[in-house]
């Protein structure tokens, strides 16, 4: 019997980033659609079924295609998302702030009283309180 489904998935594209989003984005939307809204449940089913497909596909080359334009269209929210979850990991031991003249983001060490602070990338000196 496992021998049969082995050898239907040999040869398949499998899951990926983009696939992950997707059966998120589905239940997501299921379960929305299930409380409030009749289409978006059927949107939610659309979203398996396309993840699914991107499963069970041969056709690796567009898949990974997709993929890495996903990861390329969704690489601000990343980095942003993780820079969010470092900062509230360490809000503790340090401050974040940015430079006033060129926006850097900056960090330094919290329990230092005022500080004089040069920022890397323009040079600029300024005083913060940390």
Known sequence: MWWRLQRFLY???GTDQ???MLLILGVVLTLFGRLYFGL???AGDGLFLWALFRTLSRNIPARQRENQKFLRL???VRSWTSLQIRRFRE???YKY???PV???QLRAPRGRGKIEVTCQ???HVFQTKT
């Open 102 to 104: 060129c926006k850097q």
């Open 40 to 42: 978006l449940y059927l």
């Open 74 to 76: 969704s690489a601000p």
């Open 91 to 93: 809000r503790k031991q």
């Open 18 to 20: 983009l696939n992950l």
């Open 11 to 13: 040869g398949r594209y």
């Open 97 to 99: 702030f940015r430079c």
């Open 121 to 123: 990338k323009c040079r």
